[in-house]
């Protein structure tokens, strides 16, 4: 390898001869960065659980749906926030959660890079599906008449964002990570996006089949009034 070349490689990130003159290697572990982010995913899913058992009038499953709310309102609005704000200046950033994008970038250095779509894709999720979360916790927690109607706009814009996610970076033929690679590639990349395709599925569904209830109940009930005049 020549000089000009080992300069260009200076950083952990795929494509290899990615030209990132800012870098600063991040000082936590990978260890330390992943703790951090399960743990206080894992605290809102503990608390949200527990808020949702309260009253008893709740099923498991409904509880689960809330608790995957609480946790994309954290990851949303916190970590894809910063992102949004702080892209221009990730690389030689230090701050905590730049090195946390800066460790996941090492699955899709697309972020290191902050490329268009990336950006834009961020920006949109952290402004709208982050506060449009903890709404829907909320409303689902009070029993409002259109939580059902925030849960399909949500997982559509969840799964609609993740399709996108995949199918761009499949168009560039995984360049941007080391395809295979066990932690970055199937882990980071992979597993880490794909449960905002498996998940929002789910709960696509679910309220297709709330609100197709609703609907079915409104019409016959229309229709007795009909009859009745």
């Keep these: 390898m020549d000089a000009s070349s080992a300069k260009k490689a200076l950083h952990p990130f795929w494509p290899r001869d990615l030209v990132i003159p800012s870098y600063v290697a991040n000082d ?6 992943l703790v951090f982010l399960f743990s206080v995913s894992g605290v809102f899913l503990l608390v949200t659980w527990l808020i949702t058992g309260i009253n008893g009038k709740l099923g498991t499953w409904r509880r689960l749906a809330i608790c995957w709310f609480a946790v994309c309102g954290f990851i949303h609005s916190v970590i894809e926030g910063w992102f949004s704000l702080y892209y221009a200046i990730l690389p030689g950033d230090q701050s905590f959660l730049s090195q946390l994008w800066k460790e996941y970038s090492k699955g899709d250095s697309r972020y290191i890079i902050a490329d268009n779509f990336t950006v834009c894709m961020e920006t949109v999720t952290a402004l709208l599906w982050g506060p449009f979360s903890f709404w829907a916790v909320y409303s689902f927690l009070t029993a409002k008449s259109y939580r059902f109607v925030l849960q399909l706009t949500i997982s559509l814009g969840q799964l609609y964002g993740a ?21 970055y590639f199937w882990f980071y990349f992979v597993f880490m996006n794909f449960l905002w395709i498996i998940i929002p599925l789910l709960l696509i569904v679910d ?3 709330q609100l197709s209830t609703a609907q079915t109940y409104a019409d016959t009930s229309e229709r007795l009034k009909t009859k009745r005049k």
């Design 28 to 33: 936590r572990s990978m260890s330390e960065i």
């Design 163 to 183: 399709v996108l996610y995949f199918f761009t970076e499949h168009r560039d033929g995984y360049a941007h990570s080391e395809f295979g690679h066990p932690i």
């Design 207 to 209: 309220a297709w089949r």
